[in-house]
């Protein structure tokens, strides 16, 4: 049984903040904005899951990720899907995921080339407590005004197709390739086991699990790490303290304690409840 809290990266963003969320230093007014909080392990690339959290004040760029076999052809460990639990979000807060209608590959990168795309994907509102699990060659884009825990496959490899007339890099050959332009389609929600946990997700990459506070033990099978996020609360894990706005790493049996109101996402690999 191991509980390790895991270390954070900042990562800094043109369409980041310097007023960040709960549990977050804010960075000096004078220094570039924070988009993105990261928790790694020692040897960061090893994981197959990655948990970050975002802070966006402005659009992020149209994008796509490739599936675990054209990231392999690429040269990478696997693909991307990756979720999002929105923490907070202003009234007029949205993510684009999916095309509003089927697009043929040709066409996505027509409206790629002329902009058009950014009025052909579903820009859904979004609130507090939304939930998104967005498989690899869903088009996407997360909008502006949202704080949010992404729980993703753990690769850095990200196909810019559209930027509203930025002059960052594209990437349209490998992200018309990767993609899969049609409307979204939410997968079916887990079914409820009888235990005292929400299942938000039950692969096919990765499982999450919510829960409150309370006295519980998990056992996860040799071989498997889980990632352990408090949304809220604080509480002891295996004699580690944890807090909101960290994050551990769990292997073997674990006995968690969480104080009364606690919120805590738990996330493993596979597509099979433990």
Same mark, same amino acid.
């Given at each position: 049984?191991t509980a390790t809290?895991?270390a954070?990266?900042r990562?800094?963003?043109?369409w980041g903040?310097h007023?960040?969320?709960?549990g977050?230093?804010?960075p000096? +007014?004078?220094? #570039?904005?924070i988009?993105?909080?990261?928790?790694?392990t020692?040897?960061a690339?090893e994981?197959?899951?990655l948990?970050?959290y975002?802070?966006?004040s *402005?659009?992020l760029s149209v994008?796509v990720h490739p *599936?675990?076999a054209a990231?392999?052809a690429a040269?990478?460990?696997?693909?991307k899907?990756?979720?999002? @639990?929105?923490?907070? $979000?202003?009234?007029?807060?949205?993510?684009?995921?999916?095309t509003l $209608?089927p697009m043929?590959k *040709?066409?996505?990168?027509a409206a790629? @080339?002329d902009?058009?795309i950014e009025?052909k994907?579903?820009?859904?509102?979004?609130k +507090?407590?939304?939930?998104?699990?967005? #498989?690899a060659g869903?088009?996407?884009a997360?909008g502006?005004?949202?704080?949010?825990?992404?729980i993703q496959?753990n690769?850095?490899?990200?196909?810019? @197709?559209?930027?509203?007339?930025?002059?960052r890099?594209?990437?349209?050959?490998?992200?018309? $390739?990767a993609?899969d332009p049609k409307?979204f389609?939410?997968?079916p929600?887990?079914?409820? *086991?009888?235990?005292?946990?929400?299942?938000l997700?039950e692969?096919?990459?990765?499982?999450?699990e919510?829960?409150a506070g309370?006295a519980?033990?998990?056992?996860l099978?040799?071989?498997v790490t889980?990632?352990?996020?408090?949304?809220?609360?604080?509480?002891?894990?295996?004699?580690v303290?944890?807090?909101a706005?960290?994050c551990?790493?769990?292997?073997?049996?674990?006995?968690?304690?969480a $104080?009364?109101?606690?919120d805590v996402?738990f +996330?493993? #690999?596979?597509?099979?409840?433990?």
């Amino acid at each position: 049984m191991t509980a390790t809290l895991l270390a954070t990266k900042r990562v800094e963003k043109p369409w980041g903040r310097h007023d960040l969320w709960p549990g977050f230093p804010d960075p000096a +007014a004078d220094t #570039p904005p924070i988009g993105e909080v990261w928790f790694q392990t020692p040897h960061a690339g090893e994981p197959e899951l990655l948990i970050k959290y975002l802070f966006t004040s *402005d659009r992020l760029s149209v994008q796509v990720h490739p *599936d675990d076999a054209a990231a392999r052809a690429a040269g990478y460990p696997r693909g991307k899907d990756e979720a999002w @639990l929105i923490l907070a $979000a202003e009234p007029t807060s949205t993510i684009a995921i999916g095309t509003l $209608a089927p697009m043929t590959k *040709d066409e996505l990168r027509a409206a790629s @080339l002329d902009g058009s795309i950014e009025h052909k994907l579903d820009w859904k509102p979004v609130k +507090a407590g939304d939930f998104y699990y967005s #498989p690899a060659g869903t088009v996407h884009a997360i909008g502006a005004g949202l704080t949010v825990i992404e729980i993703q496959q753990n690769v850095d490899l990200t196909y810019r @197709l559209y930027d509203y007339g930025s002059d960052r890099e594209l990437h349209l050959d490998a992200g018309v $390739a990767a993609s899969d332009p049609k409307p979204f389609v939410p997968l079916p929600t887990p079914a409820p *086991d009888g235990r005292d946990h929400i299942v938000l997700a039950e692969g096919p990459k990765f499982v999450i699990e919510r829960f409150a506070g309370g006295a519980r033990d998990i056992t996860l099978p040799d071989g498997v790490t889980g990632w352990f996020v408090p949304v809220t609360g604080a509480g002891v894990v295996d004699g580690v303290a944890w807090k909101a706005g960290e994050c551990l790493t769990l292997t073997g049996t674990c006995h968690i304690d969480a $104080a009364a109101g606690s919120d805590v996402l738990f +996330a493993y #690999p596979g597509d099979t409840r433990i």
